[in-house]
Each structure stands twice: as structure tokens, then as C-alpha cells.
């Protein structure tokens, strides 16, 4: 186990390291274009390249890089184009407050998923895998930006109960974090139930299934101790696939209740070209997915220890 965790790490250092090459190269080796993206368009050409001198962009391009990447390390993201303040005064708290929608999140997708996928699993064919089955398709199927507008209306506008943003202006509110989480709990655990049925589904048909039904064993124990187990495998990658969904990809979510969270930044920095932001937001988002990856491997090993990497 301590040989196949080295390794993943290992992956995940190497991982990192292309990744933060090809950001350089694309966002980076552009001097000129990074002067014009700092000091904007009608900068004269002696102050940018006052600029480019005092931050050292006329090194050479390894020696450029290895510092670059160097304060990466150190969380020295450099100042935001947008903001005017280090890119870490803004990055940290708006990756908190996705944070902590996507915990608020999960902690409903999860049990809710799992429990409904085994339900349907156990029983593929009967009245309640078909119920299930068809509530998970729809709700999968209506995007994040229409159950959105679907939820404002019938919240917001019909009840007058939940306010329609979330902007946290005057602090953290509960109340203000209901209808964005709700929008990704009926987009997410329909996907997460699905799998959790279809893997059940497998796991029930299976002959160590059959033999300890056979053998009498009381059908709990079957479940419980035999086939939850194996069956958990399939939806445990989904549910660690969906941490790097829930960073990156709430961005319509965060977008339409004006949640100040890391996926409206992202689109915020982009919009705005905000150079060193979208560099760090980048390299934040693709640590999370390595670390979630390896993070689901090792989880490989203790749901099912027939399973070893090399």
C-alpha cells in the first residue's frame, strides 16, 4: 500500500508539473501580451517594458518558469488584474464559499443517492426501480440553468420564502445557501443513483450473491455484508468525480443566485482577462482533480482488496 500511495503522489507531482508547463507556455511566454494585459492597451511601449524589467520577464524563459512556479508553490499568485490586491485575498475565501456549498451539497446527494440507488438495485424490474429510475433520468436530464429559473419561480416568486440571490452581502446565511444547493442536489444525485442502481444491479446477479441466498442466509446479511460492499465501488469514483465538478463546474449555479464562489470567479477572471487569476484558478482546480483521482484509488483498495495497482 505505501509503494502504490509513492507512486500516486508521484503521478500526481508529475501531473501537476505538465500541467503548470503548458499554462506557462500559454498564458506566459507572451511577455509583451502580459504587459498589455497588466497595464492595459494604451500603455506605452518604454512603460511596458519598465514593467516587464521590474518583474523580470526579460530572463530567460527555464529561469522564468522555475521562479514562476517557484511562488506558485509558496502561494505567491502574484496581484489581480481585476481586483488590485494578491490573488490569494480573493482566491482563498471564494474556494471556502464553494466549499462550503458543495459539502451542503453532497452531504444531501450522497445518503440520498446511495440509499435510492440500492433500493432500485436490489429490485431491478419492480415498481420502485422503475419510479427511481425515471425521477433520476429527468432530473439529470433538466440542466442546471433551468431548474435554476424552475426553483426561483416556484421559491422566490410564487412562496416569497427563499430569497432569490445568494450573495452573502451581510455574512454567511443559511437561507441564501438553500436554493443554489438545491439546484445541484436535483442535477447530481439523480446521475449518482444511477450508477449506484446499475452497480447494484450487477452485483445482485452475480454467483457469491446467488450461493449465499441459496446457502439461507438471511437476505440483510446478504446485502449488508456481500453485495454493499462491491457495489459501492462504481458510485464511490463517481461521487469523488463530482468534488472536481462541484470547484469548476457550478459556475452557471453560482452565476444565477450571485454566489460568490470560486466558479463565478473563474468566469469573473476570464471575462476580465484577469491573467494571474485565471493561472491560479487553473492550477487549483487540476490539483483538486489529481488529489480527488488518488484520493479514489486508495479508496479501490479498501472497498474491494482484490484490487491492487501496479
Request: glycine content about 8%; overall charge neutral.
Amino acid at each position: 500500500m505505501l509503494v502504490f500511495i509513492v507512486r500516486r503522489l508521484g503521478t500526481m507531482v508529475l501531473t501537476m508539473v505538465v500541467v503548470s508547463i503548458l499554462l506557462f507556455l500559454l498564458l506566459e511566454i507572451n511577455s509583451a501580451g502580459v504587459a498589455i494585459k497588466v497595464l492595459g492597451p494604451y500603455t506605452s511601449e518604454e512603460q511596458r517594458n519598465l514593467w516587464l524589467e521590474a518583474n523580470g520577464y526579460f530572463r530567460p524563459i527555464y529561469i522564468r518558469y522555475f521562479s514562476w512556479l517557484g511562488n506558485f508553490i509558496v502561494g505567491d499568485f502574484g496581484d489581480s488584474i481585476r481586483f488590485k490586491v494578491p490573488v490569494g485575498e480573493i482566491l482563498w475565501p471564494r474556494l471556502a464559499s464553494t466549499g462550503i456549498l458543495g459539502l451542503a451539497a453532497m452531504a444531501v446527494v450522497i445518503p440520498l443517492s446511495l440509499i435510492l440507488g440500492v433500493l432500485a438495485g436490489m429490485r431491478e424490474g419492480s415498481t420502485l426501480d422503475r419510479v427511481i429510475s425515471v425521477g433520476s433520468i429527468v432530473t439529470t436530464s433538466i440542466p442546471e440553468f433551468a431548474s435554476a429559473v424552475f426553483l426561483s419561480t416556484i421559491f422566490v416568486f410564487y412562496l416569497d420564502i427563499l430569497p432569490g440571490t445568494s450573495s452573502m452581502s451581510d455574512g454567511f446565511s443559511v437561507v441564501q445557501l438553500i436554493l443554489p444547493a438545491m439546484v445541484l442536489i436535483l442535477y447530481d444525485f439523480g446521475y449518482v443513483t444511477r450508477m449506484t442502481r446499475a452497480s447494484m444491479a450487477e452485483v445482485m446477479t452475480t454467483h457469491y450473491i446467488r450461493t449465499a441466498v441459496l446457502k439461507g442466509l438471511p437476505y440483510k446479511t446478504v446485502i449488508m455484508k456481500h453485495a454493499l460492499r462491491n457495489a459501492l465501488i462504481a458510485p464511490f469514483t463517481v461521487i469523488m468525480l463530482q468534488i472536481n465538478w462541484l470547484l469548476s463546474g457550478v459556475i452557471v449555479v453560482e452565476f444565477a443566485f450571485a454566489y460568490k464562489g470560486f466558479g463565478a470567479l473563474l468566469l469573473e477572471a476570464s471575462l476580465n482577462q484577469d491573467l494571474f487569476m485565471i493561472e491560479a484558478c487553473a492550477m487549483v482546480a487540476v490539483f483538486v482533480a489529481v488529489i480527488t483521482q488518488m484520493i479514489a484509488d486508495i479508496g479501490y483498495t479498501y472497498l474491494n482488496p482484490r484490487i491492487r495497482f501496479a
